[in-house]
């Protein structure tokens, strides 16, 4: 029976009196479970930890998220019973303007979107953190942020991820000269043991806690980061930091054959997409299908989901996105009525766009759970690893290049492979789209909080964990899971290593997909479960990633 999707104005939760006398933090990085682990032991609540591991991750995986940065942090209120997202997401500076990307004959210009500080959309992450101190956290910056402010001073040593990610990003790093000074070793990427210091990023973390989001969005240190954008190519004004703010938004949610659903709006495309193709799977006899069935029947699924996400997400606040429609009854039956499990639609029927494949991604996500039942799912990105790959002098700030994931072009890909449409053209102020997808899952006799990073696979690996817990699966069963993903364009099934096996590949090829391997594991989940009948807490961190997951009593 296919199953019916809404938008609450406040999330109902079947867990009013569920809690545990467990808590428990997984990250992508042991310094940030440490961080977010001692702030629990000190008394603070899961949004107090949330800032600590926030802070701690973008200092020990500038590669991934940083206070340059921006994200989305889903927060389950147990006092309220209320779920409600966090908007940290970048904005475009207010000189932005459609064709800042192309050239003198409309083409995108290589590169401009993503390295130096034009790229950098208006960093989100230090409004976010305060936010979340001053309307749920019980404990002061000061101490919140003091982990991260310890290892931006003291320093902390590079792992191998890191030397591929800095090697990868060599020659953009070298461009910046803070940037380099701070991230490489002679210009080149540092050997795994490395110890990286940050004094600048400290001192601002320092203003961060001791003023608030008004020490970085005004005064000394925003006519820094200003005055070096500016200098350096880029639109930032004093304007453009003043004006950002955190809006709170309404998640969306649905069920999925028992099992509840919450997840991220506009401007993520994560939450619409996932209860899409959760909608559009009830209609079929999942668990009855081979192992080949299912995998085609996914794959169809995901290729109509990101066909609806190129073509009418984008920012709600600037476009009118028609979440209701795309989640609703009717047009989930006419996207259903379209697959057939013998044979594989060409997404050339649906768009006559031809794109190129995404290359490599970048993103963290936490969870956390405390003890009284509060809960945060945070997906948080700079964008392509090291962002922008450029450093405000003086400020130890990495700029995001965000900017990278509006649509330059309409039809033209992003570096993710990903195209758009009208709805997430470049604006001057609006919030570009993403697919970031911190989500909370809930049947009657389990819970879970989960995410990952992984740019245009992160709705699919969201997906599949999901799938892996309604059936009954465990935290590691749920990260650790065999992934295989299809984005609509490149019209192409892409898999982890060893993931699909000869049979299947045999018959998707038999149904008329193309399939490729790729050459390593892609994502970096962290996921917690709690056993409603045990209340136990089971936590969990990637096997393909160097997080950690820990649980306390």
Request: hydrophobic share 40%.
């Amino acid at each position: 029976m296919f199953l019916r999707f809404i938008l609450f104005a406040l999330t109902l939760s079947t867990s009013l009196h569920v809690h545990s006398q467990q808590a428990a933090v997984a990250s992508a990085h042991p310094l940030a479970t440490d961080a977010g682990m001692e702030i629990l032991k000190k008394g603070g609540n899961a949004f107090d930890a949330a800032i600590a591991i926030t802070a701690t991750l973008a200092v020990v995986e500038p590669y991934s998220s940083g206070i340059g940065g921006g994200g989305f942090w889903l927060l389950h209120v147990k006092k309220d019973d209320r779920n409600v997202m966090i908007d940290g997401r970048e904005r475009a500076p207010l000189a932005a303007s459609r064709n800042m990307y192309l050239d003198k004959n409309a083409n995108v210009v290589p590169g401009a979107s993503i390295d130096g500080p034009l790229s950098a959309g208006i960093p989100g992450v230090p409004a976010a953190i305060e936010h979340l101190a001053l309307n749920y956290g019980k404990l002061p910056l000061s101490v919140t942020l003091e982990a991260a402010i310890k290892h931006a001073s003291n320093g902390f040593k590079t792992d191998e991820h890191y030397q591929r990610m800095a090697r990868f990003r060599e020659e953009a790093l070298n461009k910046s000269t803070d940037a380099a000074k701070i991230f490489l070793l002679n210009r080149k990427a540092p050997l795994p043991g490395t110890l990286i210091t940050q004094p600048d990023l400290a001192e601002t973390l320092r203003l961060l806690a001791s003023k608030g989001a008004r020490g970085f969005y005004q005064g000394e240190l925003a006519d820094k980061l200003v005055d070096s954008v500016v200098s350096h190519g880029g639109i930032w004004s004093k304007e453009d930091l003043a004006a950002y703010k955190v809006i709170e938004r309404v998640p969306v949610s649905g069920e999925y054959r028992g099992m509840k659903v919450v997840s991220v709006a506009p401007p993520s495309s994560g939450g619409v997409a996932l209860i899409q193709m959760l909608s559009m799977l009830s209609g079929f006899d999942f668990e009855a299908l081979s192992d080949s069935e299912q995998t085609h029947l996914l794959a169809e699924i995901m290729r109509r989901a990101y066909r609806d996400r190129a073509e009418f997400l984008g920012d709600a606040d600037y476009v009118k996105v028609p979440v209701n429609r795309l989640i609703s009854q009717k047009h989930v039956d006419r996207m259903v009525s379209t697959i057939q499990l013998d044979q594989a639609t060409p997404s050339t029927e649906l768009s006559s766009a031809i794109v190129d494949a995404g290359k490599e991604t970048d993103t963290t996500h936490f969870s956390v759970v405390d003890k009284d039942g509060n809960r945060v799912a945070a997906t948080l990105s700079i964008n392509y690893p090291f962002g922008s790959c450029f450093v405000a002098e003086g400020t130890g700030v990495l700029l995001n290049d965000e900017m990278d994931d509006f649509s330059s072009k309409p039809g033209v890909p992003n570096v993710y492979g990903l195209v758009g449409a009208e709805a997430n053209a470049i604006e001057p102020g609006k919030r570009m789209l993403s697919s970031m997808t911190p989500t909370f899952l809930e049947t009657e006799d389990r819970l879970a909080v989960l995410g990952t990073p992984g740019g245009s696979r992160i709705i699919t690996m969201v997906l599949l964990a999901t799938l892996e817990f309604h059936k009954g699966g465990s935290a590691g069963d749920m990260v650790n899971r065999g992934r295989f993903h299809h984005q609509y364009l490149p019209d192409k099934i892409f898999y982890e290593p060893d993931v699909l096996t000869e049979t299947v590949l045999k018959s998707l090829f038999e149904r008329g997909h193309d399939t490729e391997m790729l050459d390593s594991s892609y994502g970096n989940m962290h996921a917690i479960v709690l056993d409603k009948k045990s209340m136990q807490l089971e936590a969990a961190s990637d096997y393909r990633g160097s997080g950690s997951a820990r649980v306390i009593h």
